[in-house]
């Protein structure tokens, strides 16, 4: 069939790729003159035969909020447009609305896999009427993994739900994430196993943990066997926060998550202002060891007090 | 190459057959008649040729060490004992010292892998002296997974590194577990996806979260979709408790790994004293809703007190 | 100086006691005949001597917002209203405004002690213009507890400041209700502590753990030893829930905040999801036991599979 | 009455002259001659007068073991010595048995209160036999606080009991100051809160959340409003772990204090491993900003990728 594109970054430029072998006819879209298929919104329009499907897979906020209030223009009633991006869920109801008043379909389809995607196909979540999700199937069949449609697609419910389902997804995978880290730092710390690389790589195969996740860190460890390259510093994007506003919106419990959120939160601080308050409340007890910070000459911090019995 | 096996139970069962097939010989003991090959630990010795190999998969700690003390009185100097159940690696060192005194070799191996092993094959880290290691390697081969032999096993260190290595894998599954099932309770409860079980399916293939675990739950949803066959109590099985254990001793934070253990914990309790007291405080404050327990009559116990501006 | 003063509730009625004996004129509004001063809003505006100073004490949220648009309506140009109650910081702006498009000035307070304040004076958190403050002092003043005024007020900040102080107080509050409730329950388990209420006693004074909260957790121990009249089933009243979106918004770790949240989220689930999924996972691993829920017999569940080596 | 005093330190030089305040005579023994009453253990049990009574004031484990042994040789059956120090409560057992052959008697006293307990009194919790608390209850009155004995005191079990309930104590104060911390970091980070050390000022008096460590944290943030002479560095010293250790082995989920000992841990971090595998993963997705960390030549960190869609 054919499709639109909007966005043809990292993400969306692989995806025209996928499609494209897949034998679809992809038109992209791009600010950028050196990557795009046409110049300007109106002239995708112009370029699709009605009705259309335009799929759009831009940064969330603003700019999806933007590109789809711009489709709302050009596109014609029957059209449909799929934001495929990591847009909020609550952002598709509104999105779906403004178009809805043109007559335009619109479904949410969160996307996973990253730049992975384009070899081994994009895990897919989209949210929808029923006949538009059927409209855009031959996309979605040429996004998702080879196997079962099933194994890497899911029509998840109606509009909205489809996003709802990959910031879950995203949440999950912060507490994946962190697991797996916990677990490298304690193999470390204790110095008893040898080879850390070498105990994870054999994760791989037949155990439990085994994950594509986990490959990834196989991976990393390959290249960097003490991760001295990289700071400890990560960032977060989003959906975990997202994840969490929802779970107290419906009192889910989610301790594990949210640990691996305030993980990362944690590891961008330069200094702890919580944990200069422990220091102080140390320091007040009198006579616990408690280190100074550096005085304007740079000189490294002195530690005062000997520790004596704990108050 | 010939082995003798001790234990004969689901895991060490199914890994004489899978070890056989692989066209070793296996000679099995266990207490009951009706599974071993032969009738006690001192025909096992007698029917193995020296220098000897025996695995022992019993349960860990009085069962294994009494195994141990055992097969020091039986074996030989020269021959190899394996220690492949789920010991706590602390428990090692002593069972190397007390065959060493015989002569008789240690190694140590943790098994992941579970029922399913017998037909994917087995993860494995083993601890031990390289020449140890070396010698009982046509039994690893013959239980870890097909593909490279660095992908399904790993010789992580000396006497310990085995079991400590299994010890963290026990530990990061916990994490694991946990995340999935926090993301499940969440897409149940915001209802706005319409089949969770389809959702976590189409995670299968192509996502970041995809692994082994997941499959698991996906074939435990097709089974039962609202889980409701189980009750939410979850027990462990010590490795975890080692692993948080571990992080104290060598002041490592794993804040994902001990949630997912409370998280057990806590599923276990009828009636959570801390929550009781938490309740108790609330309703010292006055005006605070609180339950009061059923009384003798079973009759559903009662609420107190509107809701008011929280102190 | 005379102050409005609207909701008559247990918190209302109570401060209106503490006013008056404070030496002030103090004229209630409530719609229950048997405890209001007067008949309506209007009548209360009426018997006010403008400028006036307007006390509103009713449950956050529509019906806070419903009294400030009423407000609104009968105030004048000149006019103070406070908001005591437990409003999201965020309405404080908008009600603000509302108030201003009239002439009308705003103040927010949040408002700590619960109905031992009326005896004890209240801790108070105030918002607004440094103006607007002074003139409510005489008010603050009377409902703070004796001592230094800094020690039971402050002004906080702008409008809002003063509602997002009680929010964070509250927030610290569910950690330290928590953190007591844990050490209860540990003292309870050990059972090497005969007397865990006479323990908690002894740390009332001297120890680094001494605290009002403390003292209440005596008290309900000694009405109840055991803890056995209530059910461990604690509500949350918004402002933790409130405290956690704040520090996602923020990037702040709050891990002890939110731990104490989710325990309580965790205390109300008859059965958690997540729970019974990390249950079946176990169950899918076979051999390990788990819990089945009762059938319809009412029969206790039954619990299936030895324990074997963990996979 | 008469007693022994071994250990001279912040803590028990200061309990001596609280001792001899109330007017009893203390003979103290300390190795360093400025501070010792007397040159030697022989030497102090020949100053006293059988009966004995001798507390033991030194840095818990190898310190106190030693002291103990060296009174089971100086001191007589009917002795009494008393563990003041912050032993593990699994080091009462054995020190009573040691005694006990000698026909020494031994009690266990967890102390709290810091430097603050000389002019405050001491919060006090024994584990002993009736008779032998009985004995030292002139000490113990001295000690504790003034007011009721049973709000400064307590008889808390057998032996152990009392450094038992002091290790709970101290993990209760874990939770307690982090649970301040985290509010205190929130109220600086939201910025709406103009004056943070006032707000905590003013929840001194009247609030839910006062007590003796706000008013240590209202202390600290008079002297340093930005708590900027500090290092965001925290040690932890023992009874945090062991309670934890404790939570473990009676299956008692201590969220909240854990949470609280991991943030310290983490605290003491310059690089954390986790982090640093967390943040390899997000890497290997492609197209997420990471840090890498600096060269030789000292340059800052580099940050690569832009920030896409998340996998």
Chains 1, 2, 3, 4 share one sequence.
């Not at 038109?27 to 109106?42: A, F, H, K, Q």
């Not at 969160?110 to 059927?134: Q, R």
């Not at 085994?210 to 003490?226: I, N």
Request: aromatic share 6%; with cysteine; net charge negative.
């Amino acid at each position: 069939m054919q499709l639109g594109l909007i966005g043809l970054g990292k993400m969306g430029g692989n995806m025209r790729d996928r499609i494209r072998a897949a034998g679809h006819e992809v038109i992209g879209y791009d600010p950028r003159p050196e990557v795009t298929d046409v110049d300007s919104l109106e002239a995708l329009a112009a370029a699709l035969t009605p009705p259309r499907t335009v799929w759009v897979m831009v940064p969330s906020g603003e700019i999806t909020r933007n590109t789809i209030k711009a489709l709302a223009e050009v596109l014609e009633p029957g059209d449909l447009v799929i934001d495929g991006g990591n847009s909020r869920y609550t952002d598709d109801g509104p999105h779906a609305a403004l178009l809805g008043e043109r007559g335009i379909h619109f479904v949410d389809c969160g996307v996973s896999g990253g730049v992975w995607g384009k070899e081994n196909g994009y895990g897919l979540m989209a949210g929808g009427a029923p006949e538009d999700i059927e409209r855009a199937m031959p996309i979605f069949d040429a996004l998702r993994p080879e196997g079962p449609r099933e194994e890497g697609f899911a029509h998840a419910g109606p509009v909205g739900a489809g996003h709802f389902a990959k910031m879950v997804h995203n949440g999950v995978e912060y507490g994946l994430m962190q697991a797996y880290a916990e677990g490298y730092e304690l193999l470390q710390a204790a110095e008893l196993v040898e080879n850390v690389p070498a105990v994870l790589r054999a994760w791989s195969r037949g155990t439990v943990v085994r994950s594509w996740l986990l490959d990834l860190l196989v991976r990393a460890l390959a290249e960097d066997p003490e991760l001295a390259k990289l700071e400890a510093y990560v960032e977060d994007s989003g959906e975990g926060r997202w994840t969490i506003e929802e779970a107290i919106t419906h009192a889910v419990p989610l301790p594990v998550i949210s640990a691996a959120l305030f993980a990362r939160f944690a590891s961008r601080q330069e200094s702890s202002p919580a944990m200069r308050a422990v220091a102080a409340l140390r320091h007040q007890f009198g006579g616990h060891a408690v280190r100074f910070a550096a005085g304007p000459s740079g000189a490294p911090g002195q530690t005062a007090g000997p520790s004596g019995p704990t108050p």
